[in-house]
């Protein structure tokens, strides 16, 4: 009876022993700690590309006067992927050759300087952006925009105030080369005819521009 009962105690005991003689490691314990070296990585300065300048060229068209050619240079900025402002100075030459030949010798612009120049400041915003497909195998990034702001036309040695809306047509051929085409309203006002009357010119350009 003795003998049963030993082996029974025995048996109780193994699997103690066993727990005690080999404890369990933890499952999340790390066996080789890896030594990384450290090093400084110069991260590279990518330009921006906010910046805009560019050339214009096109048609303005003088209320009374008649539309003549037109030339000036563009300065923007792109606050984000929607907004942006510009700045443009253009200038073109007025001609009073329809009044002149009804009465020779007495046009309204007669005695005075027939260049009109200007300069505004302008905020835009893209409308429309999205792509235009040139062929089947390639497509350009492209956005349309309303623009509108305020400057000032000297005519006819006379400085007016001027205010400017529009909308324009711009088409990314890379990432720093865009082919603009902008119309333009310029509102301002002028007393040669008579009467001081509010002028409506319409002005049609196109130009290249490069972003830095």
């Known amino acids: 009876m003795r003998l ?11 699997p103690a022993l066993a727990q005690t003689a080999a404890p369990a490691q933890p499952a999340n314990e790390q066996v ?21 300048v560019g050339l214009l ?7 009374s006067f008649g539309a003549s050619a037109v030339g000036g240079v563009r300065l923007g900025y ?12 253009a200038q073109t030459k007025v001609s ?27 905020a835009g915003y893209n409308l429309f952006p999205g792509e ?3 062929g089947s195998k390639y497509a ?21 105030q001027t205010f400017n809306v529009g909308f324009g047509f711009r088409v990314l051929f890379s990432d720093r080369w865009a082919v ?9 006002s002028y007393d040669l005819l008579g009467a001081r009357q509010n002028t409506q010119n319409i002005e049609l350009t196109t130009g290249f521009a490069y972003y830095f």
């Open 4 to 14: 049963p009962l030993a082996l029974l105690a025995a048996a109780l005991a193994a």
């Open 32 to 52: 080789i700690v890896p030594e990384v070296q450290r090093r400084d990585v110069r991260i590279p300065q990518f330009p921006s590309k906010d910046f805009e």
């Open 57 to 63: 060229v096109g048609t303005y068209a003088t209320q």
């Open 78 to 89: 792109h606050l984000s992927e929607d907004f942006f402002v510009e700045g443009v100075y």
């Open 96 to 122: 009073d050759k329809t009044f002149t030949e009804i009465f020779p010798g007495s046009g309204p612009l007669a005695d005075t300087d027939k260049k009109l120049s200007y300069y505004n400041v302008s």
């Open 132 to 134: 235009i497909f040139l």
């Open 140 to 160: 350009k990034a492209s956005s349309i925009y309303v623009i509108g702001g305020v400057g000032s036309t000297k005519f006819a040695n006379q400085r007016k």
């Open 180 to 188: 603009r085409v902008d119309v333009r309203d310029h509102i301002f």
